[in-house]
């Protein structure tokens, strides 16, 4: 359960980086925000248990790449609508993680 909450936070840490940095299209400094949000898989904190909902995971992880393809597109263009986009996509891949244990 620790490394549950441990995933949790750092994910709401991102969360709380990406609003004020697509807001204001800093997309640099959303680069902070997506170190935190990757974290907890090298420390091992995210990892697929007994119950957890496999077609979630699948969508967790392919919605997740979507919206780090459309980071990457924010941080080359600059474009809001792009970071806008990210934060979008982004959100539906956290809310899908969060499925996943239910």
Known sequence: MKKRIATLLCVAIAGLIFIPT????????????AF????????????????????????????????YVVFTAWLVSGSTTAGFAFLEIWWMAVIFGVLMGY
């Open 22 to 33: 697509v807001f204001f299209n800093r997309p640099l400094f959303a680069l902070f925000g």
């Open 36 to 67: 935190f949000d990757w974290l907890p898989l090298p420390t091992g904190w995210m990892k697929a248990q007994g119950g957890t909902n496999r077609t979630f995971m699948k969508l967790h992880l392919i919605i997740t790449l979507v919206a």
